[in-house]
């Protein structure tokens, strides 16, 4: 028996492990380290090959290969300030069925070696196209939320019922910002449930992709290099 095993080579298992361990190490290599086990069992999956996400998690546990995705990121809402708060209209209704229906908006920062800067996005959920964004210095309303929305309706002109939803911010929240979008009565504001980032998922998950595809691998070290990085 034992001159048996001796002879027959790897088990069938033996050689599926290692063949499988290759291939996620080299998609995880050809993501410079991006994907966890979910985009990686994706990916081999387009490819032909059968393998479920629980044992490409388990692979990679077992070589300490870590996603980028795990890296915490720094927070730039304050709700704890008395602003009005608007009820949360959107209700994670993530698919409108037409251009400028729902937009959503978060801010989130990008560090570089003289200091920060902060990237206000505006996403039409139907296409989830970028429509307005802002890169500033300063977390002010005026360098903000504001630019972003004149190139927002700039690109896209709000001549029907439209949402905009955001979470809790200051900047959202304003008295400036809300003077300036009730200005068209075609707009109406909603606002995430407090400390819950599901409701405004989508902005969250763009941000999250954003800085792991472009942002982690490059060490900015000053403003006019992270402005230039065609963000």
């Not at 044992?55 to 809402?77: E, L, P």
């Not at 903000?144 to 939803?165: C, E, G, Q, Y």
Request: glycine share 2%.
């Amino acid at each position: 028996m034992f001159y048996r095993w001796y002879t027959s080579g790897p088990s069938k298992r033996t050689l599926e492990h290692s063949l499988f361990t290759d291939l996620i190490k080299k998609e995880f290599d050809l993501s410079k380290q991006r994907y966890g086990s979910t985009r990686i069992a994706e990916q081999l999956k387009c490819k032909g090959y059968l393998v479920s996400r629980r044992r490409v998690a388990k692979i990679m546990r077992a070589n300490n290969w870590v996603s980028k995705h795990k890296r915490k990121f720094k927070a730039t809402t304050d709700s704890n300030r008395k602003y009005p708060v608007c009820r949360n209209l959107l209700n994670r209704n993530f698919n409108p069925y037409r251009l400028n229906e729902t937009w959503v908006s978060d801010i989130t920062y990008i560090q570089t070696n003289q200091a920060w800067l902060y990237l206000t996005t505006i996403i039409d959920l139907f296409d989830r196209q970028v429509i307005g964004w802002s890169l500033s210095t300063s977390l002010h309303t005026n360098q903000t939320i504001i630019p972003a929305w004149k190139m927002a309706t700039s690109k896209r002109k709000v001549n029907r019922d439209l949402l905009f939803h955001s979470d809790r911010g200051m900047q959202y929240a304003s008295k400036a910002f809300r003077t300036f979008i009730k200005s068209n009565p075609l707009v109406t504001q909603s606002m995430s449930r407090k400390s819950n980032c599901w409701d405004n998922s989508v902005a969250e998950s763009f941000f999250k992709t954003l800085k792991v595809a472009l942002i982690y691998d490059d060490d900015f070290k000053t403003i006019e290099h992270a402005k230039n990085c065609h963000l």
